[in-house]
């Protein structure tokens, strides 16, 4: 549909010369996107339209080039395409909607102290490096061997556009390798964790008790409950499929990885 010829039908949000795009695309977009402040809504609301725009268009205009033709995209469309159906059966088979007993909410409270009534509160001192970095692990081995104090003079010379960023941060949101060992963590200790888009180096601030008491963590801990519930029905219906199927690894040199 061209624009200005005709009604625009009530769904439609962006029109142009044989393009639209509807108010459920951009909703599903949003529910995508990660939370923000409610100040930050309307600014991201249209910063996700522009770049839904744009993916469209380009989108379009690789259909129009025949670009889903070629190996790799084929490939990379098949991935996704499997990955889509792949959690859909999850959210099948998760049954996210069964009751948890308060005796097993306070149990799992009970035993992760360090996450609820031991918790803690870090402000760090860090670098926030793109995973795409070839660098990555020379400037952790620097850290590791030579301090923050090192790491901040290396990437001075390096990266000058970089910046230290102050963070604060609970032990209950540090990723588990280094969640474990967060009541070990003083002021001084460096610090190298990974998150889904960053490495983060850095030096630990200051440490002080944040506790959560059990009614302020019984949403978090529902919620980590049927995670791992979930998990366990994934696992065992992987397994399960394996059986039926009779899948195995018929390679030696994978088949080997697999059973270490």
Known sequence: MACGKGKIPDQTIVTGDSFEITLPELEQVLRAAPPVRREEVAPARRALLNALIGQKLLAEAADKEKLDERPEVVQQI???RRAILANAYVRKIGKDDEKIPDSEILRYYEGHPGLFKD???FTVDEFALPLADARLSAYTKILNDRGFDALKSALAERMPDV????RTLA???LPAEIGNAAARLKPGS?????TATALHLGRVVSVQPKPMPLESARDAIVGLIAQERRQTLVAAAVEDLKRTRHVRIVNADLSKMAAK
Do not use: I, K, N
Not at 190 to 194: G, I, L
């Open 163 to 166: 910046a230290v960023v102050s």
């Open 119 to 121: 918790r803690l509160e």
């Open 78 to 80: 098949a991935a996704a």
């Open 190 to 194: 460096d610090v190298a964790y990974r």
């Open 171 to 173: 032990s209950s949101d």
